[in-house]
């Protein structure tokens, strides 16, 4: 066994290194004792797809978009997955790099020290709890309009409108959530491959039907090449907003390098797996935007995408009159799977950069202990389980328009982590940029084109949101509530990564994982 300052080349195997404090194993990677070799490029692929949760996110997003930029929302969906691309090849070549499960965290911290890594750290973990509480909202609601329908009693279905109700499901949810994801991410390996391929296969069915039935009501459209033309938003900021929830139905595919540690050929594996998602989520988008449009249209009442009264649940509205009252029930099924697959698959990223960052000293230490049996980071599994249980009732009973506000912040910090990562990958490769025009295009070019364009949308979305017209229309003292969640949680995070640096001055002098120095303990 030799210690090396060196990236880990294919067919490296990496051991663990105890996680011992201070800088005397070299500022390098730490083990964490995470169960490895147990997912695979399939099991990878299937993770992402599941953590971004597609048939969710076009119910909760078909509508809003609309609403945004019309007909071309389409394009902006297409618009969307370039800059996830871009930062996907960023991904791909840091984790080849340094295969480490804190991900942006590590990585950042790597290339722009400990300050700027812990705030992209925070932003990743902020991001995640806020959708871990809109997956468990949309998993309640459907839950109920899904027994509503098969016992055919509308009173049941009605039940979701009952604030205690909704929210004592949402956190049973949660709560059994929390308990799979405690124990490993192989225990449910068959039920999340089940789960996402009832998913696909329902869309697609939908997405047939929608295209077959169009002209069958009033405000259906014949398909347009022009809706593929981002150009054709009216404003800088109707596009900005809609990319901003264009990037937030993408959110997740990361999850496949969260995973990294635990994966067959962690150097490059979990990258694979990450295209390989993101490839499968922009098809699944790209046909059904195209299909409702086609059969329902843009406008502001009836079936309408563009109707304020059901934009937050387009498919609970078009189930019905698309797919008749016995596959409708399908559809139901499809997007509560999704919610609840991707609820329990979207703690791997949470507890696992939660893990990392308490290993590399940047937060508490409580939360570096894995579970010996489930190889698991088990207590900052359940932390993130209490923080999303919370942060769901507060606004719940805070704001009636939480779901649609904390979408819109969500893509704020989403266009925060990731650009910030992209970056972090141009920085950290800069000396071999020269070396070939491939390590140029995916190492420099590439991630920075994507970074510059998340950071475009959060420089605006930041400008935008300020209104209290932005996302839902609320506001608390005048200000939109959206730039109060967006900004009051990643103003949190400053404040927290000051009492941190009290409590641990080691980390943020660089002493504990410094920059540049990947040293992993590799095979001989």
Request: aromatic share 10%; glycine share 12%; with cysteine.
């Amino acid at each position: 066994m030799t210690q090396v300052e060196a990236r880990p080349q294919a067919g490296d195997t990496v051991r663990d290194v105890p996680a011992t404090g201070g800088s005397g194993d070299g500022g390098g990677v730490r083990g964490k004792g995470l169960g490895g070799n147990s997912v695979g490029l399939m099991g990878g692929a299937v993770i992402g797809i599941s953590t971004v949760a597609p048939v969710y996110c076009l119910t909760s997003t078909l509508g809003p978009t609309v609403s945004e930029v019309g007909l071309q929302m389409p394009a902006i969906f297409l618009a969307g997955f370039l800059p996830m691309l871009l930062v996907a090849f960023a991904y791909r070549e840091l984790n080849k790099a340094v295969p480490d499960c804190g991900t942006s965290f590590t990585w950042t911290v790597k290339a722009f020290g400990p300050k700027v890594g812990w705030m992209c750290g925070w932003g990743l973990l902020v991001a995640t709890v806020v959708v871990l509480s809109n997956l468990a909202g949309v998993a309640t609601s459907f839950f109920w309009l899904t027994a509503g329908e098969i016992t055919g009693n509308p009173d049941i279905a009605a039940l979701d409108g009952n604030k205690a109700v909704h929210i004592l499901t949402t956190l049973a949810f949660v709560a059994a959530a929390t308990v799979v994801s405690y124990r490993g991410i192989t225990a449910t390996k068959w039920l999340q491959y089940a789960l996402v391929g009832l998913q696909l296969v329902v869309i697609v069915l939908f997405a047939a039907m929608a295209v077959a039935k169009s002209g069958e009501i009033a405000g259906s459209l014949s398909f347009s090449w022009s809706w593929m033309n981002p150009f054709g938003v009216e404003s800088f900021a109707a596009f900005t907003a809609g990319l901003s929830l264009s990037i937030f139905i993408y959110w997740g595919w990361d999850t496949c390098l969260s995973v990294n540690e635990e994966s067959v050929g962690s150097a490059r594996t979990p990258g694979r797996a990450a295209i390989l998602a993101i490839i499968v989520i922009v098809s699944s988008y790209l046909m059904v935007s195209i299909a409702v449009q086609m059969y329902a249209g843009i406008g502001e009442e009836g079936l309408g995408l563009g109707n304020p009264d059901t934009a937050d649940n387009v498919f609970a509205t078009l189930a019905g009159p698309i797919m008749g009252s016995g596959l409708g029930i399908l559809l139901f099924l499809a997007v509560l799977a999704s919610a609840a697959a991707s609820l329990q698959t979207t703690f791997i990223p949470v507890a696992r950069t939660a893990l990392a960052m308490s290993t590399y000293e940047a937060f508490p230490p409580a939360f570096a202990k894995v579970h010996p049996v489930h190889r698991t980071p088990g207590r900052a599994t359940v932390v993130a389980g209490i923080a999303t249980g919370v942060f769901y009732t507060v606004m719940t009973l805070v704001s009636e328009n939480v779901l649609v506000d904390t979408i819109y912040a969500l893509g704020l910090m989403i266009c925060f982590y990731y650009a910030i990562t992209a970056f972090a990958c141009v920085w950290y490769f800069r000396r071999e940029l020269r070396r070939s025009g491939r390590d140029l295009l995916v190492k420099g070019i590439l991630p920075g084109l994507g970074g510059m364009m998340l950071g475009a949308v959060f420089l605006q979305t930041l400008k935008d949101m300020w209104d209290p017209a932005y996302g839902s229309g609320s506001a608390v003292f005048g200000v939109g509530s959206v730039f109060v969640i967006g900004v009051g949680l990643l103003l949190l995070g400053v404040v927290l990564m000051f009492w941190m640096r009290r409590r641990s001055p080691a980390f943020f002098r660089g002493e504990v994982l410094t920059k540049e120095t990947p040293a992993l303990v590799v095979a001989d």
